[in-house]
C-alpha cells in the first residue's frame, strides 16, 4: 500500500509542478494566459501565438487590443489548393511597409509582436536609429516553394517576406547586402533572426538555402524551424 501511495505521489509531481507553474508565473511566461500583443515576449509566447492562430475570435481581439488597424477579408477558395482563411488585409501597425499586405490573422500576430518587441528596439539599440519603413516582397502569394511542388504558406496568406529595414537616418538595412557584412548592420540582422525564431513557426534565413539569400522568410505555418 505504501508502494501505491507512493507511485501516486511521484506520479502527481509534474502536475502539481504545472499547477504552480500557471498559477505563480507573470502572464508573458505563462502560455495559457490571455494573449496581449503589447506584453513584452517570454517562454510562453509563442504558444499563445499558436493559440491565437487557430482561434480566430482570440486572434482578432489581440489585435484589437493591440490598436493594429486592419481589413477584414471572406474566407476564399482558390485555384491550386491556395486560398485565405481567417485573414486581413494590414492598413496600419507601428511600421509601414513597402507592400500591401494579406495575410492570415495569425500571421498578422506574430509580425506585429516580433516588429513591436524585436526589430523596433533592435534598430534603437543597435543602429540608432528608429525603423521608418519595413521592406518586403510580399506576404500573399499562389504559389509552391521553390524547386518543390509543394504549396507554400504564402499560398495561405501564412507568411511574409523581409528584405530590409529603411531607418529614419535615411540608411537601407538589407538582408542581401547586410547579412555577412559585419558591424552593427549584421548583428541587427542577426538579432531579428533570432527573436523571430522565438515567436514564428518558421524562420528561413541566407543561411538556409540560395533561395532565402536576400531575406527573411517568416511564418506561421506548422512545425517549428529556425535556420
Not at 502527481?12 to 494573449?35: E, G, Q
Request: with cysteine; charged share 20%.
Amino acid at each position: 500500500m505504501n508502494a501505491i501511495r507512493a507511485w501516486i505521489l511521484l506520479l502527481s509531481l509534474p502536475a502539481l509542478v504545472l499547477l504552480a507553474f500557471v498559477w505563480l508565473a507573470p502572464p508573458r511566461h505563462n502560455p495559457f494566459a490571455p494573449v496581449d500583443l503589447t506584453e513584452t515576449p517570454g517562454i510562453g509566447t509563442w504558444h499563445k501565438l499558436t493559440r491565437a492562430k487557430k482561434n480566430r475570435e482570440v486572434c482578432f481581439t489581440a489585435l484589437d487590443e493591440a490598436g493594429v488597424l486592419y481589413t477584414p477579408l471572406e474566407d476564399q477558395d482558390m485555384q491550386a489548393g491556395c486560398g485565405l482563411y481567417d485573414a486581413l488585409t494590414l492598413d496600419q501597425t507601428m511600421t509601414p511597409y513597402s507592400a500591401t499586405l494579406r495575410m492570415t490573422c495569425g500571421e498578422a500576430a506574430a509580425l506585429y509582436t516580433w516588429e513591436r518587441h524585436v526589430a523596433r528596439p533592435a534598430a534603437v539599440d543597435i543602429l540608432g536609429s528608429p525603423i521608418a519603413r519595413i521592406e518586403t516582397y510580399g506576404s500573399f502569394s499562389c504559389r509552391n516553394i521553390a524547386g518543390t511542388g509543394r504549396m507554400s504558406q504564402h499560398g495561405l496568406g501564412n507568411a511574409i517576406d523581409v528584405s530590409g529595414f529603411r531607418l529614419e537616418d535615411g540608411r537601407l538595412i538589407s538582408v542581401k547586402t547586410h547579412w555577412d557584412a559585419g558591424g552593427p548592420e549584421q548583428k541587427f540582422l542577426r538579432r531579428l533572426h533570432k527573436g523571430a525564431c522565438e515567436l514564428f513557426s518558421v524562420t528561413l534565413g541566407p543561411e538556409y538555402n540560395a533561395a532565402h539569400a536576400d531575406h527573411l522568410h517568416l511564418d506561421m505555418g506548422g512545425g517549428k524551424v529556425c535556420r
